[in-house]
């Protein structure tokens, strides 16, 4: 039995969100949010946030037990890319791309 969650459209890039997601791959849930709650990386909100809500599903839908709950999977996907323009000397024009992000944990029940 496994339970999942999903954050669509995350205003961080995935490459940042990735370093995180690797922290916490295969870790208990309980130890993967103390190890997020004192990583200094922008992607540890959204990823605590993430396996928090994994968590909360497993509870209420399948009736889990929540102290037995391992990270299986995290895996971050990108999204659409939006494409900005900055203007530069003599009439050039440089892209700024800001990419965003999916992010995917599914959480099981150690047997």
């Known amino acids: 039995m496994e339970a999942r969650a999903i954050a669509k459209h995350v205003r961080i890039a995935p490459r940042k969100?990735?370093?995180?997601?690797?922290?916490v791959r295969g870790k208990n849930?309980?130890?993967?949010m103390a190890?997020?709650?004192?990583?200094?990386?922008?992607g540890s909100k959204v990823v605590e946030k993430?396996?928090?809500s994994a968590a909360a599903n497993a509870e209420h839908n399948n009736d889990m037990n929540v102290d037995a709950l391992y990270i299986s999977e995290i895996f971050v996907d990108q999204d659409s890319t939006m494409k900005r323009i900055h203007p530069r000397s003599r009439g050039q024009a440089f892209k700024i791309l800001k990419k965003s992000s999916h992010v995917t944990v599914v959480v099981k029940e150690r047997a």
């Open 17 to 23: 969100i990735r370093i995180v997601a690797d922290l």
């Open 29 to 32: 849930v309980s130890e993967a």
């Open 35 to 42: 190890i997020l709650k004192f990583t200094p990386k922008v």
């Open 50 to 52: 993430v396996i928090r």
